[in-house]
Every structure is written in structure tokens, then in C-alpha cells.
């Protein structure tokens, strides 16, 4: 059998699964990146082998001015520790202290379609939100985050239901490259724990939370008390149901979602209750619903802010997780290499 198979073989199966996953700096963290990835870092550590990173290379795809990357590298590292990231367990690093990403990258590049680059919707989104700046890096960025993640050989990869299209391609791309040259990475897998991909709404109804769009619906890890309290009472609402049992339009049910995040079960069934009753005071909901809100994020912001004053401790974790990540990608390049006939 041979090195390559066995490696194969020991990577495919569930005791020893290897989960990678990431977040680019380009903004204050959120209650989408919590509930769709962080909660889930935050189990999976106890587990598997974990590789979470800072995606900044990804990050020069929107935003290329870099005064502001390292101040928003520290921040997503301090946030990812105080949402429960223990640096010990996982490896927590920054994506471009990893250099062997760059040449996987390289690799997958030969086997992605234009075709196939030009349909992804993200690419689609982001070449209408900077039409004068539709780089090739945002063309080929599903390929960068599959060499990120199969960089590890990881299987199982923590993300939010907006991810989904580029995890497929990640498969896609590890299906070309194990039939053309030989079974050296397994499929990826978006993975949640439960039975669907997370989509956190934002607060006005319209689309989901969002680092850089839609900010005033959209609850910061970094927001104070009053902050969210605000926030939250804007939500949009209106008179309330007219009949018994009626079906929720789309932005209640958008609020029903959030307090079901961080809410009691017991409260959750109170206003559900009192909407099919038609009994329902938004004003109360709403509250409520800050409150729980507060609750949750104000720890958080507050060990945040604490960790992000001690720049040499997040240095030392960067410099831990990428000798983690590093020595991980070396493996894999060193089968990649092999596979690919580059060695001479
Ligand atoms: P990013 O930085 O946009 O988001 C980080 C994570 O948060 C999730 N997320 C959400 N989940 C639920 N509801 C929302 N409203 C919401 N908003 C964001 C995202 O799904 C993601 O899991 N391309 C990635 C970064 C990346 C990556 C990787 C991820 C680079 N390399 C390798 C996984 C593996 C991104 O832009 O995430």
C-alpha cells in the first residue's frame, strides 16, 4: 500500500478528524460569525485537532488599504480567545505566517475554471459592490480557502450557511486533484452542530448580519450595553398579528431566530405563545430580547477588550499556532510535491 493511500485512509475516518476554518479581518466580529462558526470552534476543540486562522490574505481581496490589518488581525484573535478559543487546544494563527498556503494555492489554481470562478455568487456579489476593482484574487478566492483548508487535510470545516458554495468547490477542486495526481486530500465538509448550516438574520429584515454591510442591523461582539439596546429596539415590527395562528412575516420571524440564539427556551415559548394568541407586545419582545442579548455579548466584549491590551500574549499565540499550522502544512506539501511528480 502506499504512503500516500495510508495517509488517505487515516484522514477519512471520524476519530481523526482534523477541522480547519477562518475569518477574515475586515471588520468587528459579529452574532453571525459567533453562532455560525465560533460556537462550533468551541466544541470541536475538545475533540479534533483544530486549525482556526485570521484569513488576512483573503481580506486584501476587498480591502487592500493595510493601516488598519494589524490592529483588526489583534482584534479577531482577542475576540476568537474570548469567545472561548483555547490556544493550548487549537491552533489559532494568522494565514499569512502559513507560506505553504500560497504554493497550494498556486497548485489548485491549474485545476479551476474560469467558468466555474466567474458563476460562485460571492465573486458575483463582491464584483457589484467594487466594480473598479475586480482583481483576479477575488476571482480565484475559493481557491485560496480550499488551499487553506486542505492544507491541514482537514474534513470537517465550521462555517455559516454563506459558505456552503465554497465548500463544494473545495470538494470539487479535491476531487480533480486526487484523480489527476493521486489520493492525497479527503473532502471537506461544512460542518454545524445540528442539523443545518447557521444563517444569522440581521435585524431589519433584510439579508444577514454582516461585518461590513448593514450595520446598524447587525450585533457586534464590540457593541456596549446601550449600543444593543438600541440596535435591538429599532428592529423593524408593526401592529402585530390580526388573527389567531398566523404565519410570522419574514422579519418577526427573523426576531423569533435571534432570541431562539440567546434566549431561555421558557421566554421563547411565552412570545410564541402570545403572537399565535394575538396577544403579542413587540415592544415587550423586543426588550427582552436586548437584554438576553446584553447578557451574552457584554462578557465576551469584555474579556475581548482585556486581551486585546496585551499585544506580546497574541503574538505569542500567533507565534504558537503558526509553528502548529506550519509544521501540519509542511507535511501535507511534502505528499503534495511527491504526488505531483515535483520532486527531481
Ligand atoms: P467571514 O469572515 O465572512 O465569516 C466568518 C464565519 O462567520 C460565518 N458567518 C455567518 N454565519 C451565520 N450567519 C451570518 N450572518 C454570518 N456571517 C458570517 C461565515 O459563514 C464564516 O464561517 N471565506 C471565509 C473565510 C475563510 C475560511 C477559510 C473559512 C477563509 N479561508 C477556510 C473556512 C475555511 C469568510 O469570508 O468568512
Given at each position: 500500500m502506499s504512503r500516500l493511500y495510508i495517509y488517505y485512509i487515516c484522514f477519512m475516518s471520524t476519530e481523526n478528524a482534523i477541522v480547519m476554518s477562518g475569518i477574515r479581518p475586515t471588520g468587528y466580529l459579529h452574532l453571525g460569525n459567533y453562532f455560525g462558526a465560533m460556537r462550533n470552534y468551541v466544541k470541536l476543540q475538545e475533540k479534533y485537532t483544530c486549525f482556526f486562522m485570521v484569513a488576512d490574505l483573503h481580506a486584501l481581496t476587498t480591502h487592500?488599504?493595510?493601516?488598519?490589518l494589524k490592529s483588526n488581525v489583534y482584534r479577531v484573535i482577542a475576540e476568537n480567545i474570548a469567545c472561548g478559543i483555547d490556544p493550548e487546544k487549537a491552533a489559532l494563527?494568522?494565514?499569512?505566517?502559513?507560506?505553504e498556503t500560497a504554493e497550494l494555492y498556486l497548485y489548485l489554481n491549474m485545476l479551476a475554471y474560469l467558468g466555474e470562478l466567474e458563476k460562485t455568487t460571492t465573486f458575483k456579489d463582491k464584483a457589484r459592490l467594487q466594480p473598479d476593482n475586480i482583481n483576479a484574487g477575488l476571482l480565484t478566492y475559493p481557491v485560496l480557502q480550499a488551499a487553506d483548508i486542505i492544507l491541514?487535510?482537514?474534513?470537517w470545516v465550521p462555517v455559516g450557511k454563506d459558505q456552503e458554495q465554497h465548500l463544494e468547490m473545495s470538494r470539487n477542486f479535491v476531487k480533480r486533484f486526487n484523480h489527476r495526481y493521486g489520493n492525497v486530500f479527503p473532502e471537506p465538509m461544512a460542518y454545524n452542530f445540528g442539523d443545518e448550516l447557521v444563517k444569522v438574520p440581521s435585524?431589519?429584515?433584510?439579508?444577514k448580519m454582516s461585518k461590513s454591510e448593514n450595520q446598524l442591523a447587525t450585533i457586534y461582539l464590540a457593541d456596549d450595553d446601550e449600543l444593543i439596546r438600541k440596535k435591538v429596539m429599532k428592529a423593524k415590527t408593526d401592529?402585530?398579528?390580526?388573527?389567531?395562528n398566523m404565519p410570522k412575516p419574514d422579519y418577526i420571524e427573523n426576531i423569533f431566530q435571534l432570541m431562539k440564539l440567546v434566549s431561555e427556551q421558557s421566554t421563547i415559548d411565552q412570545f410564541e405563545k402570545a403572537y399565535q394568541e394575538c396577544t403579542i407586545r413587540y415592544g415587550d419582545m423586543k426588550k427582552q430580547l436586548a437584554e438576553d442579548m446584553v447578557t451574552f455579548i457584554s462578557p465576551i466584549r469584555q474579556k475581548a477588550i482585556a486581551i486585546q491590551q496585551d499585544e506580546r500574549y497574541m503574538q505569542t499565540i500567533m507565534e504558537q499556532g503558526a509553528e502548529k499550522a506550519c509544521a501540519s502544512a509542511q507535511k501535507t506539501m511534502e505528499l503534495v510535491r511527491e504526488a505531483m511528480g515535483l520532486v527531481y
Amino acid at each position: 500500500m502506499s504512503r500516500l493511500y495510508i495517509y488517505y485512509i487515516c484522514f477519512m475516518s471520524t476519530e481523526n478528524a482534523i477541522v480547519m476554518s477562518g475569518i477574515r479581518p475586515t471588520g468587528y466580529l459579529h452574532l453571525g460569525n459567533y453562532f455560525g462558526a465560533m460556537r462550533n470552534y468551541v466544541k470541536l476543540q475538545e475533540k479534533y485537532t483544530c486549525f482556526f486562522m485570521v484569513a488576512d490574505l483573503h481580506a486584501l481581496t476587498t480591502h487592500p488599504d493595510t493601516k488598519e490589518l494589524k490592529s483588526n488581525v489583534y482584534r479577531v484573535i482577542a475576540e476568537n480567545i474570548a469567545c472561548g478559543i483555547d490556544p493550548e487546544k487549537a491552533a489559532l494563527y494568522c494565514q499569512s505566517h502559513v507560506h505553504e498556503t500560497a504554493e497550494l494555492y498556486l497548485y489548485l489554481n491549474m485545476l479551476a475554471y474560469l467558468g466555474e470562478l466567474e458563476k460562485t455568487t460571492t465573486f458575483k456579489d463582491k464584483a457589484r459592490l467594487q466594480p473598479d476593482n475586480i482583481n483576479a484574487g477575488l476571482l480565484t478566492y475559493p481557491v485560496l480557502q480550499a488551499a487553506d483548508i486542505i492544507l491541514h487535510r482537514a474534513t470537517w470545516v465550521p462555517v455559516g450557511k454563506d459558505q456552503e458554495q465554497h465548500l463544494e468547490m473545495s470538494r470539487n477542486f479535491v476531487k480533480r486533484f486526487n484523480h489527476r495526481y493521486g489520493n492525497v486530500f479527503p473532502e471537506p465538509m461544512a460542518y454545524n452542530f445540528g442539523d443545518e448550516l447557521v444563517k444569522v438574520p440581521s435585524l431589519d429584515g433584510t439579508g444577514k448580519m454582516s461585518k461590513s454591510e448593514n450595520q446598524l442591523a447587525t450585533i457586534y461582539l464590540a457593541d456596549d450595553d446601550e449600543l444593543i439596546r438600541k440596535k435591538v429596539m429599532k428592529a423593524k415590527t408593526d401592529g402585530g398579528p390580526t388573527e389567531i395562528n398566523m404565519p410570522k412575516p419574514d422579519y418577526i420571524e427573523n426576531i423569533f431566530q435571534l432570541m431562539k440564539l440567546v434566549s431561555e427556551q421558557s421566554t421563547i415559548d411565552q412570545f410564541e405563545k402570545a403572537y399565535q394568541e394575538c396577544t403579542i407586545r413587540y415592544g415587550d419582545m423586543k426588550k427582552q430580547l436586548a437584554e438576553d442579548m446584553v447578557t451574552f455579548i457584554s462578557p465576551i466584549r469584555q474579556k475581548a477588550i482585556a486581551i486585546q491590551q496585551d499585544e506580546r500574549y497574541m503574538q505569542t499565540i500567533m507565534e504558537q499556532g503558526a509553528e502548529k499550522a506550519c509544521a501540519s502544512a509542511q507535511k501535507t506539501m511534502e505528499l503534495v510535491r511527491e504526488a505531483m511528480g515535483l520532486v527531481y
